[in-house]
């Protein structure tokens, strides 16, 4: 278990987490969900005990990780951002160099290391320079050396990012396999579908601050039934602000600006007529118009008033 108490964070005058709190269980698959910037890296960096806090509490199991730092470390397996693997040799060399690091000897480690190589799909590369491997084949690579201990916590911090779809996709399927391994998972991406797919629960960061936590049920409750509608073209925002209070009420404005507005509305293919009647009697030119269900990025929106950046 990884549970997270007020966890504050600064560096000088920069704050990057400030005060969150969430518990990570076993079994299950924890997502921090947020942009870059948002303070998801930070957060990884103290769990791990990459950075101290500034102030706050992580446990990991009951260990505390600074007053119990090497035990605590021992039970974790930290799967960075940037790639952690030396490009000059072999896959099984680079799993054997971490795995030993973390304590693996012998018949042990090599045993260890062909089991990694056919989970990540690596075998039939296993004696190949990394340098020779894709970026896809690299990011499996390094999710192989943070299991190679068989951790019972393992943190990964974006994953996948610029990986191709199948390599994503068994990626993903790693994770899972873990999770329903017993081992905690905390997982953090910026990929709104990725999280829905994979976290059995999520909080939502975004400049050092949990928005919103919880299931992914409890966290699509708070959208309510909404759907939200993005509209491109020329906007005076003033005049639509003005024009919708008179005519549409019950639609709230999330963001507008002079090229786009992003609106929130109850049965958009019954009332998106209503809505572009309005628009247009008030000069607004339309280039284009799409419609969302509610999800997580809605929450996103109706939470920080934009939508989720790169």
Avoid at 277 to 293: K, P
Wanted: charged share 25%; proline share 4%; net charge negative.
């Amino acid at each position: 278990m990884i549970k997270v108490e007020d966890l504050y964070k600064s560096y000088g005058e920069t704050v990057a987490v400030d005060g969150i709190s969430f518990t990570a269980e076993p079994g299950r698959i924890f997502g921090l969900l947020g942009p870059n910037g948002a303070g998801k890296t930070t957060s990884i960096d103290c769990i791990s005990g990459v950075h101290k806090p500034t102030s706050g509490r992580i446990l990991v199991g009951d260990l505390d990780i600074v007053r119990n730092a090497r035990q605590a470390k021992a039970q974790m397996g930290v799967v960075p951002q940037e790639v952690a693997l030396y490009e000059e040799v072999s896959a099984r060399e680079n799993l054997h160099f971490w795995g030993g690091a973390c304590g693996l000897r012998g018949a042990d480690l090599k045993s260890r290391a062909g089991e990694v190589l056919e989970l990540t799909g690596l075998i039939d590369r296993a004696d190949d320079a990394v340098k020779k491997f894709s970026g896809g084949m690299k990011r499996r690579l390094n999710f192989g050396c943070g299991i190679m201990h068989r951790p019972p916590v393992l943190l990964l911090d974006e994953p996948s990012v610029g990986i191709d779809p199948q390599s994503r996709v068994r990626l993903l399927d790693l994770v899972r396999e873990q999770a329903s391994a017993g081992v905690t998972v905390l997982y953090t991406t910026h990929y709104m579908e990725e999280a829905e797919s994979l976290c059995d629960e999520l909080a939502i960061i975004d400049h050092g601050t949990i928005l919103a936590d919880g299931s992914l049920d409890e966290l699509r409750s708070l959208v309510g039934e909404k759907d939200m509608v993005k509209l491109t073209g020329t906007f005076d925002p003033a005049e639509v602000s003005r024009a919708l209070g008179d005519n549409l009420p019950e639609i709230e404005i999330m963001e507008s600006d002079e090229a786009a507005l992003l609106v929130s509305m109850s049965d958009a293919a019954g009332n998106l007529a209503a809505l572009l009647g309005v628009l247009q009697e008030n000069g607004v030119v339309l280039r284009e118009t799409s419609v969302r269900r509610p999800s997580l990025e809605t929450l996103f929106i109706k939470m920080t008033g934009k939508e989720l950046r790169e």
